[in-house]
């Protein structure tokens, strides 16, 4: 029996309005909200009839996804949802790296670019206070969101958001684990008190840190979960 389960928009998805593109960003929106685990198989049969799309648009959708790492496709068996490696959590934080002290080195803020990033930080506060892992995580997420944003860049935001979806697959693994993502609403809160003029450079190598801290405690819970856990 499949575990595949997929909440549809309303008025659903239709070939003749929507090409591979749209199929794709409805998909990478759909993991990275964690409604589809890692793992999962894909149907093809029962997606191109609730998205009512045409198999040549799935599957072209199903190739986008592919490249970004977030699906992959096993001979004989199907399409599943990509279970993140060790070596995927490297590829995500180099990527993080340069993207990200990029941000701090090349953009000049300003007050509204920061209000949005703030928006995020209080979310995950208020989060923390009441105990709502989800809301943590989505804040933690939104607020790098925002970070990359600020180089108003659509670029680097698209790209932003294909790391995202695949960061919240390692993050499935982290289930439970509500310590995790609270660290982390206090590093984003003393990162943006950070990012004013004149201290990118302090801001720079607190990003490194915050950086250097999440590899090491993602690659070491991969590691106490095992590949059996991790192929679950």
């Avoid at 941000?103 to 930080?121: F, G, I, K, N």
């Amino acid at each position: 029996m499949s575990d595949f389960h997929l909440t549809l928009p309303s008025e659903g998805l239709n070939v003749h309005a929507y090409g591979p593109e749209s199929v794709a960003n409805f998909l990478r929106e759909t993991i990275s909200a964690g409604r589809i685990r890692p793992g999962a198989k894909l149907p093809e049969v029962q997606l191109t009839s609730q998205l009512k799309v045409s198999r040549h648009t799935l599957r072209s959708a199903f190739q986008i996804l592919a490249e970004e790492g977030l699906v992959e496709r096993q001979p004989n068996r199907g399409v599943f949802v990509h279970t993140p490696t060790a070596d995927d959590i490297r590829e995500i934080y180099r990527t993080r790296r340069i993207v990200q002290t990029g941000v701090v080195r090349t953009v000049d803020l300003t007050e509204a670019d920061l209000s949005r990033l703030w928006a995020a930080v209080t979310s995950g506060q208020e989060a923390l206070e009441s105990g709502d892992e989800t809301t943590m995580a989505w804040a933690n997420q939104e607020f790098h969101r925002e970070f990359v944003a600020l180089a108003r860049t659509r670029m680097l935001s698209v790209l932003m958001d294909q790391i995202l979806a695949r960061m919240r697959l390692v993050f499935l693994a982290k289930e439970g684990d509500g310590s995790y993502h609270a660290e982390y609403v206090t590093r984003n809160l003393d990162l943006a008190r950070l990012l004013t003029p004149g201290r990118e450079q302090e801001a720079e190598a607190a990003l490194l840190d915050y950086l250097d801290h999440a590899e090491s405690q993602l690659l070491a819970r991969l590691d106490e979960v095992g590949p059996d856990a991790q192929a679950r």
